[in-house]
């Protein structure tokens, strides 16, 4: 039996609105509304000169073509991410299956690794450094996160685990009848707000001026914050734990626990970079900087 105060999901209807035959989701609207966020956040920092010392900086004009780079590496690299790690042998049995995004399966892990190839490579084509790129990246991010979240909350997916003590767990349509954690709202407060304020912290205390410490930073946030929301959410039906149990005082390991652990790693390993100075502009950099602001 659900606990006493148990919340009944809230019907939310996931298309926001229809053009005629054409639905628009909330899903979507979330990737735009991330992503526009993102771009107008982007260009507020770049144009802050407090931030960036002789760091180069990217133009306005660059960050307006970047944008394009990023949401395709993030929509490229989060469903080749999803069939690699969350659901191969379906997808091996069924090739095409895999252009059918409409009917879900992205993988944040694979949508970040898609975004940092899609940044160094723009980097390479406007003679940036890929640190500059990703730090700005890292302290734009968490917007896409937060809404991302909430519209898996919309759409009633990537519920929680079962928590029959919880009293506002929420009971949703295809989580059976049993109460369950929505761990979709703690993914958003944890990895969207909490990790943006953090962010916005930092860059205001440490602005660009030690490149890869904020995408460091934003790393290891978020592989701590996902890690912890893993204990809460269910994991993909098709994996399950790969260790142990749902219990969590017993085990209970998860892919996307997997899958941060290399995170988590490599944002230490960049933030110990930035602080020794290794990753800084080399004396040239810096004058050709020096000359361009002058």
Not at 13 to 32: E, F, M, N, R, T
Not at 111 to 118: D, E, R, Y
Not at 198 to 215: N, Q, S, T
């Amino acid at each position: 039996m659900p606990p006493l105060l148990a919340l009944p999901f809230p019907a939310i209807d996931p298309v926001a609105v229809a053009i005629g035959p054409i639905p628009i989701k909330w899903y979507a609207l979330s990737y735009i509304a991330g992503l526009v966020g993102g771009w107008f956040y982007a260009r507020r920092l770049v144009a802050a000169d407090r931030f960036w010392g002789v760091v180069r900086r990217p133009s306005l004009n660059d960050i307006d073509d970047l944008i394009v780079w990023v949401a395709l590496g993030v929509v490229l690299g989060g469903r080749i991410g999803y069939v690699l790690f969350y659901n191969l042998p379906l997808y091996l049995d069924d090739p095409l299956e895999i252009l059918a995004i409409r009917n879900g399966g992205m993988s944040f892990h694979g949508g970040f690794l898609g975004a940092v190839l899609a940044m160094v490579l723009f980097a390479r084509s406007r003679k940036l450094s890929p640190y500059t790129l990703l730090d700005l990246a890292a302290v734009v991010v968490p917007i896409g996160l937060f809404f991302g979240r909430i519209a898996n909350f919309v759409n009633g997916e990537l519920w929680g685990r079962i928590a029959p003590d919880f009293a506002y767990a929420v009971v949703f349509p295809s989580g059976g009848p049993l109460a369950r954690h929505p761990s979709q709202l703690y993914e958003a407060a944890t990895e969207g707000a909490l990790l943006f304020v953090v962010m916005a912290i930092a860059v205001r205390a440490f602005g660009f001026r030690k490149p890869g410490l904020l995408g460091g930073l934003f790393v290891l946030g978020y592989a701590l914050a996902r890690t912890f929301c893993e204990f809460f959410r269910e994991p993909d039906r098709q994996l399950g734990y790969l260790f142990g149990t749902g219990d969590w005082r017993y085990g209970g390991i998860t892919m996307g626990m997997l899958l941060c652990v290399p995170m988590a790693l490599i944002g230490i390993a960049y933030i110990v970079l930035a602080a020794r100075g290794v990753t800084q502009p080399r004396p040239e950099q810096a004058e050709t900087v020096r000359a361009d602001a002058a």
